[in-house]
């Protein structure tokens, strides 16, 4: 049985501030939990369980970080409305300081604020073997829960840097930057890149003028219908399809 005092910590990390000064964070139910135990495995200290999953991962190498729970203490400890079967504690990645974007396409991203759609970008970028992500310092955290869930572990294999977005833009000077905007070039009549950024900025605002004062290319999805924008991580599908190689 776990204590009270274990319970409340583990429950702490779904709080940015908390996840800042422990450098951990939470990853939940089998999918995602599996990836990272696959894909970072020394970076997964801790994963609590139901005795369901256990019997399914009982030969796994890292189980000595195992520990079973009951479902009334996994849905104490989940920041899901509905908890399947497991809970991981995760080490936050290290940090890289080097952005490398030359001879690669890489995804930009101007204050995607929501979790959700941030996560999901994090997955269509893993889909793509999109190797980064470079965004802006006001985009949602990296692990969030909501952000952890939606990358469905894809955040195990995808860079994500944090940086000023048009300061470093401004020092790309060898490389073709594209904006994703409502009017611009048509991606489906473009032929594939091979190296470049993609910017994608918040379905609201769209991208900072700054930054779209920088393109190379002002590039657009059309539409046919009378809706306002394509959700993120949509647009980010549909322009990766048609651009890369």
């Known amino acids: ?116 759609n941030f996560g999901t970008i994090i997955r269509v970028a893993d889909w793509f073997g999109i190797e980064q992500l470079i965004c802006s310092t006001d985009c949602a955290d990296l692990y969030n829960p909501k952000t952890v869930q939606a990358t469905m572990g894809s955040l195990a294999r995808v860079k994500v840097f944090y940086t000023d977005i048009v300061s470093w833009l401004k020092q790309q000077k060898d490389i073709g930057i594209y904006v994703t905007m409502l009017e611009g070039k048509d991606v489906t009549k473009m032929n594939p890149l091979k190296e470049g950024l993609i910017v994608l900025g918040n379905e609201s605002k769209g991208i900072h003028e700054e930054i779209i004062a920088l393109a190379n290319e002002k590039i657009t999805i059309p539409g046919k219908g009378q809706a306002e924008s394509l959700n993120a991580g949509v647009a980010a599908g549909i322009v990766l399809s048609h651009l890369l190689t």
């Not at 970076?43 to 399914?56: G, P, Q």
């Open 1 to 116: 049985m776990l204590s009270k005092p274990k319970i409340k910590y583990i429950q702490s990390l779904g709080q940015k501030k908390h996840r800042d000064t422990e450098g951990l964070f939470i990853a939940e139910g089998p999918k995602i939990v599996g990836e990272l135990l696959r894909s970072v495995p020394r970076y997964v200290k801790e994963v609590y369980a139901v005795k369901e999953w256990l019997k399914d991962n009982s030969d796994h190498a890292q189980k000595q970080v195992f520990t079973e729970v009951s479902d009334e203490e996994l849905e104490r400890l989940s920041q899901l409305k509905s908890p399947h079967q497991v809970v991981a504690v995760v080490k936050k990645f290290d940090a890289e300081k080097d952005i490398v974007v030359k001879g690669k396409i890489s995804l930009a991203l101007d204050t995607i604020q929501d979790p959700g």
